[in-house]
C-alpha cells in the first residue's frame, strides 16, 4: 500500500511510504491503522484520524492525532503449498517420493539438534 500521514495538513517523517507492505495481525501497525487497511480492495483508498499513544516511540508524534490517507495496491495471503511430488522435488528430492522427503527432513533435523546440543 502507499499511505500519507500529515499533522495539521503537514507531512511528518516517517508518516508517509509508497509500495509499503505489512501482515495484517502481526502487531507492526498501531491497531488502528491495521483497521482501517481490513477490507480494502486493490485499487480503493481510505482516508481515517489516527491517534498515536502518548508513549509513542516517535516522541514528534507521541499523543497527537494525525490524518492517514491509504491506498491498497496488493493483497497477498500466505498459503500452505500441497505435500506432494512437485513439492518433494523443489525440496531436492529427484524422484518426488514424498515419504522420502520425509525422511530427509527427520534426518536433518535430528542432525541440527545434535549439533545445537554439542554446540552448548
Do not use: C
Amino acid at each position: 500500500m502507499d499511505f500519507v500521514g500529515k499533522l495539521d495538513g503537514v507531512l511528518f517523517e516517517g508518516g508517509s511510504a509508497e509500495d509499503f507492505t505489512f501482515v495484517l495481525g502481526e502487531g507492526r501497525m498501531l491497531p488502528e491503522f491495521e483497521t482501517a487497511a481490513l477490507g480494502l480492495k486493490v485499487g480503493e483508498s481510505k482516508e481515517f484520524d489516527l491517534k498515536f499513544p502518548d508513549d509513542y516511540h516517535g516522541k514528534d508524534v507521541a499523543g497527537k492525532t494525525a490524518q492517514f490517507t491509504i491506498t491498497m495496491k496488493k493483497i497477498e495471503w500466505a498459503h500452505l503449498p500441497e505435500i506432494d511430488t512437485d513439492f518433494a522435488k523443489s525440496l531436492g528430492v529427484e524422484d518426488g517420493d514424498t515419504a522420502k522427503m520425509h525422511g530427509e527432513i527427520k534426518d536433518n533435523l535430528e542432525r541440527e539438534a545434535s549439533a545445537a546440543r554439542s554446540r552448548s
